[in-house]
């Protein structure tokens, strides 16, 4: 798998072109020590183009080190970037590097697959079709996927309209709610650190006028309740906060914010792309009203989700598509019958694999968190006791994720939200715990899933152990930290 990579140790000839003083207060100057980071990324870069690709991937990088994309310093990204400019020019991806990246998506269970095949030869009526048995057919396993859906969380399946995927369900919940009661209830309350589309839809609705509160969390992710009910008010239409955090795993108190809507008449929408099948959820006991679901998280095919809505008490919403009327109205247009089956069945396995995924994902990340977090200066991102096991975040002080993320290729692997993992900014999340740039920038999310297997596990922890040492040996700041200077205590200069 991995093609017996040595690392040529090698300073970074940085210090002398920024120049530093030890002699004020000053905290660490984000810019210099960016730069240190992209010029430890491009000695990464040409290390291992010497030592690890194969010749079509060699040509295709020393293409893009001719045209000066790798080699710019200046640019943070141009690393992974060129990285997968190269590998697309030669069309030469190498050896499948081990998957953990669950958090973006699951692989496929094969039986997901097995279930959809038969929708696209035999079983292709249109499941609106209520004139003959080629739609009659179709509509029933349609049907029996949105029984399996229901059940994972306790729903009537009535309550199940099919959508897109959890970014259609969380636009639909946030915008169709508010503009139903927009005359009436004009604030919609959310956190600061849920996934883009839920902010962006939030931000979307404050552009047509609605008054949002984004709440803080605490510096182990989690919401205070006592803060969520002060930012209620009579005119508050709808909370929303996400089950399970996507980037550090951190599980908010569903049961509790849903009693305190509930007081209030307040609907509550919670983003479970990451939580559903993961973790038990009820969305009675929690008095939920809205969720939202995502298949490709749970071992299904991508292009497809669900929005869970209550309809007692019922909750009325603007539909986002509108058509033919399918889907109780809310969602109109066709469904796609292969990929309702596949989420069915993955929805179905996801019961019935329910006690042997948690024990495998809890062995396998208590032992890849332990491992990890046995090396210097490293912390767990997140809630240590609030946490959906299978997503552990982890930064490493002195490594720049980016560049630990360019040596790991044989690890699947991201430092944050995929939607966000090609920007510059450090994680809004990690920023929203109080995090600083720094040690936002050396974080990295590992995600544990089904087909993890502990021979994974075990290569992962020596690999990243390594590879962190190899770069903590390019940095200026590790050296200066090894001396025992207080990086704290450093007046930087230039930029
Ligand atoms: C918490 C969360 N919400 C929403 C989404 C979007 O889901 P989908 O890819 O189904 O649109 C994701 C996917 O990354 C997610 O992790």
């Not at 983003?271 to 006991?285: C, F, S, T």
């Not at 982890?394 to 690890?411: N, P, Q, T």
Request: proline share 4%; hydrophobic share 35%.
């Amino acid at each position: 798998m991995f093609k017996g990579l040595s690392f040529v140790s090698r300073r970074v000839p940085v210090l002398g072109s920024v120049g530093y003083a030890r002699n004020g207060t000053t905290l660490a100057n984000a810019a210099v020590q960016r730069r240190m980071y992209a010029s430890a990324k491009v000695a990464l870069a040409e290390d291992l183009t010497l030592e690890t690709h194969t010749d079509n991937q060699t040509a295709a990088i020393e293409q893009a080190n001719e045209r000066g994309a790798m080699a710019n310093p200046e640019v943070m990204d141009s690393g992974m970037q060129s990285l997968q400019h190269a590998y697309r020019e030669s069309g030469d991806y190498g050896t499948r590097p081990i998957y953990l990246d669950m958090q973006a998506t699951t692989p496929t269970d094969p039986r997901v697959l097995d279930t959809m095949l038969k929708f696209y030869t035999g079983l292709y009526g249109n499941p609106h079709s209520n004139t003959h048995s080629y739609g009659w057919e179709t509509n029933k396993e349609i049907e029996k996927a949105r029984n399996y859906v229901a059940q994972v969380i306790k729903a009537d399946p009535k309550e199940i309209i099919f959508t897109s995927g959890a970014t259609e369900s969380n636009n639909m919940a946030l915008k169709g709610v508010s503009r139903f009661y927009k005359k009436t209830r004009n604030h919609i309350i959310t956190t600061r650190t849920e996934h883009k589309c839920v902010l962006e839809a939030a931000r979307a609705m404050k552009n047509e006028g609605y008054e949002i509160t984004f709440l803080n969390v605490d510096p182990q992710g989690l919401v205070n309740l006592q803060e969520l009910e002060a930012a209620m008010r009579p005119e508050t239409c709808l909370v929303s906060i996400m089950a399970v955090n996507n980037e550090i795993g951190v599980m908010q108190p569903l049961k509790e914010i849903g009693e305190l809507c509930r007081k209030r008449k307040i609907f509550f929408h919670t983003d479970a792309a990451q939580a559903y099948g993961k973790i038990p959820i009820d969305v009675n006991e929690m008095k939920i009203d809205l969720l939202s679901i995502s298949s490709h998280k749970i071992y299904g095919p991508k292009g497809i989700g669900a929005m869970y809505v209550r309809r007692k008490p019922r909750v009325r919403l603007d539909p986002l598509i509108s058509g033919g009327g399918q889907e109780r109205g809310l969602r109109s247009g066709t469904l796609a019958p292969p990929l309702v089956a596949g989420f069915g069945e993955a929805a179905r396995l996801m019961m019935k694999e329910y006690g042997n995924d948690s024990a495998h994902i809890r062995r396998l990340s208590d032992k890849l968190m332990n491992g990890l977090l046995s090396i210097d200066h490293t912390i767990l991102n997140g809630s240590a006791d609030h946490r959906y096991p299978g997503c552990v975040n982890i930064s490493f002080a002195y490594v720049e994720g980016e560049s630990l993320l360019m040596a790991l290729r044989d690890i699947a692997l991201s430092s944050g939200s995929a939607c966000t993992s090609a920007s510059l900014e450090p994680s809004y999340v990690l920023h929203a715990l109080g995090k600083d740039d720094a040690l936002a920038h050396s974080s990295i999310r590992f995600g544990v899933g089904r087909f993890t297997t502990e021979e994974e596990i075990d290569y992962v922890i020596k690999a990243i152990r390594e590879r962190v040492d190899f770069l903590r040996e390019l940095s200026p700041l590790w050296e200066m930290v090894k001396e025992g200077i207080d990086l704290n205590s450093i007046e930087w200069s230039g930029h």
